[in-house]
């Protein structure tokens, strides 16, 4: 088994990781994001991504989702944590607090991207809980002890609630923002939920560690928040996240049941002989267990 790790906005980089080495993938859906750093770190395998690259020059709406998960497949990764920087939608998420989201809601413009299927082949994944909740609790239980050895101990560590993903790169306006702060979502980002969705086709358990750097446009008495608080904020979650990935991959079970790894079963529609070779040879590492 290979435990993936989505750095986010800030996180470039694992530290402690025995590197291996690099892995530069091609795929059926172009280049990902960035080389893959190979390693090992709490006695497990490792894979680590920059999901914007090492240089941070990727938007948002310009990552490939399907090539990033694509090649985590293909690297034999079946356990897959994310960490992402987000705005917190209520009062009760303040910056550097963290949320282990289990709901995303789905803004974005773009889910003929946030799909392995299609050219000829159709599957219906069942996504209720997009989240795999034996990551989730692994993720929660180690954000809540690196924020208890914090000194002073300030962060509050949410285990659940809903994540908007809209596509960016802008933020949202103020309008947009009390819409969701109403219908009381918790927070909001511009990349996980492709990765949830795309991870659950390819059979991957997926969990992400969301870190708030902000409020969003909802809350007026905080609007004249600077770049310079934010980019504070960041530092300091980048740290704290940084820990808790290497306590989250010591504890990830390798033997953990949960319904994501079997989540093709029966979500295949089309006979695979009436899948176009061309396809069916670009969903190889997916389907291939069900020859």
């Known amino acids: 088994m290979s435990i993936g790790i989505i750095g986010g906005t800030g996180l470039y980089e694992l530290p402690g990781l025995e590197r291996l080495g690099e892995v530069r993938m091609e795929t059926p859906f172009g280049a990902p994001s960035d080389a893959f750093i190979h390693g090992r770190l709490a006695g497990h395998d490792v894979h680590f991504l920059a999901r914007h690259g090492r240089a941070h020059h990727l938007l948002p709406s310009e990552l490939n989702h399907r090539a990033n998960i694509w090649a985590f497949k293909a690297l034999g990764v079946d356990a897959l944590l994310a960490v992402s920087a987000v705005g917190s939608l209520q009062s009760a998420l303040a910056p550097r607090d963290i949320i282990v989201p289990d709901q995303f809601f789905d803004r974005t413009k773009a889910s003929e991207r946030h799909t392995f299927f299609g050219r000829g082949a159709v599957a219906h994944i069942a996504f209720a809980e997009p989240v795999c909740p034996a990551l989730r609790a692994v ?3 180690a954000a809540r002890e690196t924020a208890a050895a914090e000194r002073p101990a300030a962060r509050r560590v949410q285990d659940g609630g809903t994540y908007v993903n809209m596509e960016g790169p802008a933020f949202s306006t103020r309008a947009e923002s ?3 702060h109403k219908l009381g979502f918790d927070a909001i980002g511009m990349t996980a939920l492709a990765e949830a969705k795309l991870a659950r086709e390819a059979e991957i358990c997926y969990a992400t560690l969301a870190l ?7 809350n007026r008495e905080h609007a004249a928040v600077t770049i310079e608080q934010i980019v504070g904020h960041l530092h300091a979650n980048t740290s704290f ?5 290497a306590r989250a991959i010591g504890a990830v079970d390798p033997a953990r049941t949960c319904g994501c790894r079997d989540a093709l079963r029966h979500a295949l529609i089309t ?3 009436a899948i176009p070779p061309e396809t069916l040879e ?5 389907l291939d267990r069900y020859r």
């Open 282 to 286: 670009s969903l190889r590492p997916i």
């Open 178 to 180: 009390e819409f969701h």
């Open 139 to 141: 993720l929660a239980a």
């Open 212 to 218: 708030v750097t902000d409020y969003d446009a909802w």
């Open 271 to 273: 006979p695979r002989d």
């Open 241 to 245: 996240a940084r820990e808790a990935v």
